[in-house]
């Protein structure tokens, strides 16, 4: 089989020299152990920041070893005394390799006649778990708030807007950064919505809420982030999900600059992790399942082929070539 590695650090922005595509053994699983073959796996932002050699709350990667990352396979063979069984599909932290060596006890089971296996990565997922995370438990979002979202035509960022519609938001505005994912918010029930390279941010901000914004749901930072704290009304609440403007550079954000406006207007900075929230899962699959199953609530994923293409799928997601979910099949 074929994994991905580490080939070296990226100085500045990430390039596809810095990853190698290796061919090792298919490894045997031992007792409690499974042989998975995957079939979909996630590429996700946050790798960029573990491409770094820097403390986080992920440990980084290491050059010369195989990436991971969530990714759905099917069990093709098993170690003494597993739950699992061959021929099952199972949730895991292993992806960026076509065959992994899973923990049984850490693998969660996927059921198919639920839902498509790449829904696992997305919206019934990880992703979606941090929009409703946000929203829920972060930024405390009351019915008949007004709501913005940085990143909105993305994996979270799609959702994050959406589940504030469906959670009783009278106005939901979304950031991204093409006509044509400005347009699918719209059909996603967006309010409003901009392109964020036709003009500062903060006017096409204002313009989109003119009232103002309670909660800001902040995938982006830097000039979003100074954005919406202009537009923030008292009590107004930001959940800091991600700042992917500052991901892929050396550089220094330069905004905000308007950090200060957060005492008189006092107003709540919350940075939060989905990986604390697990207490909501079982509600978040109930909620989101249901409107998933109404067509209330809808998803886009990007979809490449093949595990040679992974680097490019993911030097393509920091460039936001991605509508919804950036997945590799393999
Ligand atoms: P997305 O599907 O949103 O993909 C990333 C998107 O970011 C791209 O499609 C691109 O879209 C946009 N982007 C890239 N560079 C910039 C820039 N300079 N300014 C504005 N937008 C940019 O990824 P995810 O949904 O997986 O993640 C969204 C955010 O949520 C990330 O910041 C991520 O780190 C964070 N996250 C946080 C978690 C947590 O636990 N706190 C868990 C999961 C994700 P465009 O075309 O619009 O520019």
Request: hydrophobic share 45%.
């Amino acid at each position: 089989g074929r994994e991905v590695h580490l080939a070296s650090r990226p100085a500045g922005r990430a390039g596809a020299d810095n990853f190698a595509v290796v061919e090792v053994p298919v490894p045997e699983p031992g007792p409690g152990q499974l042989l998975v073959r995957n079939v979909v796996m996630s590429v996700d932002p946050y790798m960029r920041g573990r491409m770094n050699d820097v403390k986080s709350y992920v440990p980084p990667f290491r050059v010369g070893a195989v990436l991971d990352g969530g990714a759905v396979g099917e069990v093709v063979a098993t170690g003494a005394g597993t739950r699992r069984q061959r021929g099952e599909l199972v949730l895991h932290g292993l992806g960026w390799r076509e065959y992994a060596v899973v923990d049984d006890a850490s693998a969660r089971p996927v059921d198919p006649e639920l839902a498509p296996p790449s829904a696992y990565l997305g919206a019934l997922g990880m992703p979606g778990l941090t929009a409703y995370a946000g929203l829920v438990d972060v930024a405390g979002l009351k019915p008949g708030e007004t709501v913005f979202v940085s990143g909105a035509a993305g994996a979270v960022g799609s959702l994050a807007g959406q589940i504030a519609k469906l959670r009783g938001a009278a106005r939901v505005v979304g950031s991204a950064g093409s006509a044509a994912k400005v347009q699918r918010l719209y059909e996603l029930g967006f309010d409003a919505a901009f392109d964020y390279h036709d003009g500062p941010v903060r006017e096409s901000l204002a313009a989109a809420a003119p009232d103002g914004i309670d909660v800001y749901f902040d995938n982006v930072g830097a000039d979003h982030l100074e954005a919406a704290l202009s537009a923030l009304r008292v009590h107004g609440r930001v959940a800091m999900c991600g700042a992917i403007a500052q991901y892929d550079t050396d550089e220094p954000p330069a905004a905000p600059r308007n950090l200060a406006s957060a005492i008189g207007k006092r107003l709540t900075l919350r940075g939060f992790l989905v990986s604390d929230h697990d207490h909501l899962r079982d509600e978040f699959v109930a909620e989101v399942g249901g409107w998933l199953r109404g067509g209330e609530l809808r998803y886009d994923e990007t979809v490449v082929d093949g595990l040679e293409n992974a680097p490019a799928a993911f030097l393509g997601l920091l460039r936001g070539d991605n509508l919804g979910k950036m997945l590799v099949r393999l």
